[in-house]
């Protein structure tokens, strides 16, 4: 059982709810396109999920569905109560609900980190914590060994975005840095309540072992060179960088820094620690 939209207004005016801005919610209101997201996240019994902005529970209950173990993490207090009574409804017992702000918490108290296989993280993102949120998901849990969230597209696109192309940048580093990120579906703004102004679009990053390199270095590196992406590299990280160093890491110092690679930009800060 999952919602449709007849549901979603239904449990929303029943509960005296809309949906909040300040929140960024904008409820799943199609069944078809929670079960995809689930098929997507390839879970099943013996995995362990962790569903961030689980709101009404449409994607929830598809995720419940599938068998998976399902940690659903919900900040809006008052959509939590309707949140349990669903999956209690529903007798979706493989579901426990956490009353918390996942950009907030101590992600240690929020999922275990010892358990066996990791953890994958499936959700429907509100537009402003998407980027933030699966960034510090990428430097700070490891815990978590795969991602699919549902973001806005252009935010997809910049996380899966290769060297070279205009949607390329800091995020798109960290993002291959850590793992393996790319597109796997898009999502029409009409399966939403209510229907958000942009389209969206699932974005699946797998980590994989990182680069031996020391990350928070990395990073500083690259945000001070995209701060400036339309200057050459010998520009935009004068004093950062010597000739020499450039040199010594197969990087022209005449690039620009959405021409380089993850691994150009490993050499570089190797050369810089040196």
Not at 2 to 30: C, K, M, W, Y
Not at 117 to 124: D, F, H, K, R, S
Not at 140 to 163: G, K, N, T, W, Y
Not at 190 to 212: G, W
Request: some cysteine; proline content about 7%.
């Amino acid at each position: 059982m999952t919602h449709s939209r007849q549901t979603i207004r239904e449990l929303l005016d029943d509960h005296g709810l809309a949906p909040r801005r300040d929140l960024g919610q904008n409820f799943v209101a199609d069944p078809n396109t929670v079960r995809r997201i689930a098929e997507l996240a390839r879970v099943g019994p013996g995995d362990h999920v962790v569903e961030i902005g689980a709101g009404l529970g449409s994607l929830t209950l598809a995720l419940a569905e599938t068998g998976a173990t399902v940690t659903a993490v919900e900040v809006d207090r008052g959509v939590v109560p309707v949140l349990r009574a669903t999956l209690t409804d529903a007798g979706a017992d493989n579901v426990s609900v956490v009353e918390a702000d996942a950009m907030a918490a101590d992600w240690t108290t929020l999922i275990d980190p010892d358990v066996d296989g990791g953890w994958i993280l499936v959700a429907n993102l509100p537009y402003n914590v998407g980027t933030p949120l699966v960034c510090d998901v990428l430097d700070d849990v490891p815990h978590v060994s795969r991602i699919l969230v549902m973001v806005q597209r252009e935010v997809a696109e910049r996380f899966a975005a290769p060297p070279g192309s205009s949607a390329y940048g800091a995020i798109s580093v960290k993002a291959a840095y850590w793992g393996r990120a790319r597109i796997v579906g898009h999502v029409p703004a009409t399966v939403f309540v209510p229907k958000p102004n942009v389209e969206s679009a699932l974005v699946e990053i797998t980590r994989h072992e990182p680069p031996d390199v020391q990350p928070q270095a990395l990073f500083e590196l690259v945000r001070t060179a995209f701060g400036q992406r339309r200057k050459m590299l010998r520009k935009s990280l004068a004093g950062l960088v010597t000739p020499e160093q450039f040199e010594a890491a197969g990087v022209a110092p005449t690039a620009r820094p959405e021409e380089l690679g993850v691994d150009a930009w490993v050499r570089l800060t190797d050369e810089v620690a040196r």
